[in-house]
């Protein structure tokens, strides 16, 4: 690795910290790499101060940003990609009949990144690119669920319960525990919890290394889509799921 020119040397560290599943220590990146401490230190702060590395709460290990991650989408974006999962949405949203969503996390909860609008004219309207709170969504409890059991009970304790209507999580051991069920049953129920009048459920998507990469997910309003039905979709979604990780990452 010493003859790998100096502009290589951030790259590396970022595909490192991408691959890992857990945060991992400058010192760890440096002996994986086989560079120097001293540099790997040096170019890890460059990297957190442009936000494309964080620092986990205790301020030693590191993972991915929102600069890093939205350059992933980027390039997971681009119009092949793009059109390929949204022609794979509109085969479930046929099946469903109601709006399908392809979810990831932001900075301050999960954000739409495609769309698929059901052809009812009374319809639950969230715009792409709009973020909503990760405890109260079926999307964001699904993301939440994939994380590790000490690292999800870490990010809850961050998170303000916002109670948005009376289903709404606001206890963080209830939370917890709905969690350790959706992480079982691989699928998160939003009943009413972020909208009245909304019911929605969600799968998650992964990589090829079996890493959460986003959630799938189908919402309606209660008066049509109710918890019962939306269950009676989990299959469809799932299979939807396993499709749109052959197209990323086949």
């Known amino acids: 690795m010493d003859r790998v020119p100096t502009n290589m040397r951030a790259l590396l560290i970022l595909e490192a910290i991408s691959a890992s599943q857990n945060p991992l220590t400058a010192s760890a990146i440096a002996q994986n790499l086989a560079l120097p401490k001293q540099t790997v230190h040096r170019v890890c702060n460059s990297l957190v101060d442009e936000g494309y590395l964080v620092r986990d709460l205790g301020g030693h290990r590191l993972r991915p940003g929102l600069r890093l991650r939205e350059l992933a989408n980027g390039v997971l974006n681009a119009a092949h990609f793009h059109t390929a999962r949204h022609t794979i949405m509109k085969q479930l949203a046929s099946i469903t009949r109601e709006t399908v969503n392809f979810v990831q996390p932001g900075l301050t909860g999960?954000?739409?990144?495609?769309?698929?609008?059901?052809?009812w004219a009374f319809r639950v309207q969230l715009p792409v690119g709009s973020e909503v709170p990760f405890h109260s969504t079926a999307s964001g409890k699904v993301f939440l669920s994939s994380l590790a059991p000490a690292e999800r009970s870490r990010f809850v304790a961050t998170l303000k319960l916002e109670k948005l209507t009376e289903n709404t999580h606001t206890d963080y051991d209830a939370l917890l525990t709905d969690l350790q069920k959706v992480r079982k049953q691989q699928f998160a129920i939003d009943g009413e919890e972020f909208m009245e009048g909304m019911i929605a459920v969600a799968v998650p998507v992964y990589d090829n290394k079996n890493r959460f990469f986003g959630s799938l997910a189908v919402h309606g309003p209660a008066a049509r889509f109710?918890?019962?039905?939306?269950?009676?979709?989990v299959d469809d979604l799932k299979a939807t799921a396993e499709k749109l990780t052959r197209v990323f990452f086949d």
């Open 226 to 233: 109710s918890v019962e039905t939306a269950l009676s979709h």
């Open 110 to 119: 999960m954000r739409y990144r495609d769309r698929v609008e059901t052809d």
